[in-house]
């Protein structure tokens, strides 16, 4: 079945400590994105890419970096620089097309915590 | 920019009771609108959509109209289950291929 792969579902992460997160599809989505879910708050936009080695910021972009080197692939790296990481994190895809309104499709998710 | 509003929660029912959740947008030109559901731990989950005016989503026995006259995507069912406790989320997504979230409102049955 495609979908969209996230891991790992929980990570950990140290003072000063760098950490990525994996995000993985298969469902031939050009776009890809990253959202960030605080406790009863929606999400908010961290990065989108809608084709291979180009993305842009999105709202919340300060502390996080991207790379989209292959279609199927669109890790998050949350640097030591975000002060506070705590947060669930959602990657979703979607086909791209002129006049956007495509619906976006979620992995479950990775909960990041400090140490 | 473009914006969703979506009634505050926690919204508490007792089972087959009607649920109602509130959805307002803001948005130029034409977007397309979307309800998507979230259980606990897990990601979100398209519930339903409506690309143009006047265009009812349904799916699982939920509803939504997309009513441009008053920038409104409400979401109904006629009679709620514990099984449809969780979050739901509206949203919109414009020409600009990304996509507007309201805040959540969470629903307990």
């Known amino acids: 079945d495609g979908g969209i792969t996230q891991s790992p579902k929980y990570l950990f992460r140290k003072e000063g400590q760098n950490v990525t997160l994996s995000c993985e599809q298969n469902l031939n989505h050009d776009a890809m994105y990253w959202y960030r879910q605080d406790p009863g708050q929606g999400l908010r936009l961290i990065y989108y890419s809608q084709i291979v080695n180009d993305f842009q910021k999105g709202d919340i972009a300060e502390g996080y970096s991207v790379s989209r080197e292959k279609k199927e692939s669109f890790p998050l790296t949350v640097t030591s620089a975000q002060k506070n990481p705590t947060a669930f994190y959602l990657c979703?895809?979607?086909?791209?097309?002129?006049?956007?309104?495509?619906?976006?499709?979620f992995g479950d998710g990775t909960r990041l915590s400090i140490l | 920019g473009d914006s969703v509003t979506q009634m505050e929660g926690p919204v508490t029912l007792s089972e087959e009771a009607f649920l109602t959740i509130n959805c307002t947008y803001t948005a130029t030109g034409y977007p397309s609108l979307f309800w998507y559901v979230q259980y606990p731990g897990e990601g979100l989950q398209l519930l339903l959509k409506a690309t143009k005016a006047d265009d009812k989503g349904s799916n699982k026995g939920f509803e939504a109209t997309y009513r441009k006259e008053t920038t409104s995507f409400h979401l109904e069912k006629g009679s709620v289950q514990v099984s449809d406790s969780a979050v739901y989320f509206c949203a919109l997504s414009g020409g600009r291929n990304d996509m507007r979230f309201g805040a959540g409102t969470r629903l307990t049955v």
């Open positions: 979703a895809s979607s086909n791209y097309r002129v006049g956007g309104n495509q619906p976006q499709h």
